[in-house]
């Protein structure tokens, strides 16, 4: 089985702007989070989806959004960027999201703001 | 709340000796333990969890880890070290009876296996 993929792996943009990233899970696994990883705040959850919705979110301002497509592929959008919000954005699936379940992490997206 | 203290930020263990990595969680109800990996430029690899059952729980690469619920402790360990070990290891939770499926990790170990 193909593991989780993220596109793009690096990106580099500026403040005020806005940025996609997009996720896409194992095969047959429905449940979609995201975490951000700093080297001052660790990793920190952002949002988990499930069958298109979200199911649980973290403690994020409203810049940071998120979706789910019918295909379990997922997005995370972050508007107005911050220098702060660089960092490095991973996507996690698991198959029910059910809580014993072991999360499988993608690569992550390194996000650079100038 | 749940929360997860990794005390070391740096562990060194020489080439063939045995390895521990430390952790311990905070939970109001029953803990569901995990240990990940991190290579650089790569994302976190699952090495092993602990759900319910035997406390001595045997994961990839020949890591196991000891499930104490007196000491709130599930440190990771491995008989004998690979240089190949060396990385970032992470140790999240999740309170079991909240149902979430968020993780809450720890600040991170970095290993360091010296040849």
């Known amino acids: 089985k193909a593991g989780v993929t993220q596109t793009p792996r690096y990106l580099i943009k500026t403040r005020g702007q806005q940025v996609t990233l997009s996720c896409s899970p194992i095969?047959?696994?429905?449940?979609v989070s995201w975490y951000q990883q700093t080297p001052g705040q660790g990793l920190q959850f952002l949002f988990e989806?499930?069958?298109?919705?979200?199911?649980n979110k973290g403690n994020f301002p409203g810049r940071f959004s998120g979706r789910q497509f019918s295909n379990s592929r997922s997005e995370m959008n972050v508007s107005t960027l911050e220098l702060g919000d660089s960092a490095l954005y991973l996507c996690?699936?698991?198959?029910?999201?059910?809580?014993?379940?072991?999360?499988?992490f993608g690569p992550g997206t390194r996000l650079t703001v100038l | 709340a749940q929360s997860v203290a990794q005390p070391e930020d740096q562990v060194n263990v020489a080439e063939g000796n045995p390895l521990t990595v430390k952790c311990t969680y905070s939970v109001s109800g029953n803990p569901y333990l995990f240990w990940y990996v991190q290579y650089p430029n790569r994302g976190l690899q699952f090495l092993l969890k602990?759900?319910?059952?035997?406390?001595l729980v045997k994961g990839s690469y020949g890591f196991e880890a000891e499930f104490n619920k007196s000491q709130t402790s599930f440190h990771l360990k491995k008989p004998s070290a690979l240089v190949s070990d060396s990385a970032l290891y992470f140790c999240a939770v999740r309170d079991g009876e909240t149902g979430a499926n968020n993780l809450f990790f720890g600040t991170g170990t970095r290993l360091t296996v010296i040849p």
């Open positions: 095969s047959g696994h429905r449940s």
């Open positions: 602990y759900i319910t059952g035997d406390n």
């Open positions: 989806y499930f069958s298109e919705t979200q199911r």
């Open positions: 996690a699936s698991s198959f029910m999201g059910l809580a014993g379940n072991e999360q499988f």
